[in-house]
Antibody
C-alpha cells in the first residue's frame, strides 16, 4: 500500500534551517511528484511547493521563493524539504503529499516544526 | 497572488444535504483550476475526497460529490452523517501553483 512516512519532531531557533524527510513506499517513486503543505497551530492549510520526482523540476509558492529547497533521492524513494531563515511564524505541522495529474491523494503523517528561542 | 475563498462555517442537520463552495479572486472557477477537496477531522491528517472537480478517491463515500456551480467549485454532501463533522478545504491550481482556501468548518447538528 502507498505510504509516506515523515521524519520526527524538530525544534529550531529563529534564523536556523530545518530539513524534513518523507520516505515513500508502495508505488513507483519517479512516476509521481510530491507537494509540501503546512498547517500552523489552529490555522488552515498552506501549500509550499511541488517537486517532480522524475526530473527534479520544482514549483514554489511565491511566499516561500528563495527560502525553500525541495529535493528527492530516487535510490531511497525519499523526498526532502528544507526551509531556511526560520521565524516563529514557521511553527507548523509540515506534510508531504503524493501529487500527480492534479490529484493529491496520499499524505504523510506530518512533522511538527517548532521555532522558538 | 490568487486568494481562494470558502464559507468559514456551515451547519447541517443529520440526514440533510449541504453544499460547500470555493471561489477564486481571479474570477470564474473552471475545470482548468483542477479543484481538489480535503476533509480534516480534529487531530488528524487531511484526507483527499475529490480531485479534478468531480473525481472521487477510492475511499470517498458515494454521498460526497464535487462539481462546478455558479462560477465556483462545489462540494456536496448528501445524507449527512455525524461523522461528516470536520473542516473541509478546497485547493485550486492558479498560474501553475496550488492555492488552498481558508477552510469551512462543518457542524452537524
Amino acid at each position: 500500500q502507498v505510504q509516506l512516512v515523515q521524519s520526527g519532531l524538530e525544534v529550531k531557533k529563529p534564523g536556523a534551517s530545518v530539513k524534513v524527510s518523507c520516505k515513500t513506499s508502495g508505488y513507483t517513486f519517479t512516476s509521481f511528484g510530491v507537494s509540501w503543505v503546512r498547517q500552523a497551530p489552529g490555522q488552515g492549510l498552506e501549500w509550499l511547493g511541488w517537486i517532480n520526482a522524475n526530473n527534479g523540476h520544482t514549483n514554489f509558492a511565491q511566499t516561500f521563493q528563495g527560502r525553500v529547497t525541495m529535493t528527492t533521492d530516487s535510490s531511497t524513494t525519499t523526498a526532502y524539504m528544507e526551509l531556511r531563515s526560520l521565524t516563529s511564524d514557521d511553527t507548523a505541522v509540515y506534510y508531504c503529499v503524493r501529487d500527480w495529474a492534479y490529484d493529491l491523494d496520499y499524505w504523510g503523517q506530518g512533522t511538527l516544526v517548532t521555532v522558538s528561542s | 497572488q490568487t486568494v481562494v475563498t470558502q464559507e468559514p462555517s456551515l451547519t447541517v442537520s443529520p440526514g440533510g444535504t449541504v453544499t460547500l463552495t470555493c471561489a477564486s479572486s481571479t474570477g470564474v472557477v473552471t475545470s482548468g483550476f483542477y479543484p481538489n477537496w480535503f476533509q480534516q477531522k480534529p487531530g488528524q491528517t487531511p484526507r483527499s475526497l475529490i480531485f479534478s472537480t468531480s473525481n472521487k478517491q477510492s475511499w470517498t463515500p458515494a454521498r460526497v460529490s464535487g462539481s462546478l456551480l455558479g462560477g465556483k467549485a462545489a462540494l456536496t454532501l448528501s445524507g449527512v452523517q455525524p461523522e461528516d463533522e470536520a473542516d473541509y478545504y478546497c485547493l485550486l491550481l492558479s498560474g501553475g501553483l496550488w492555492v488552498f482556501g481558508g477552510g469551512t468548518k462543518l457542524t452537524v447538528l
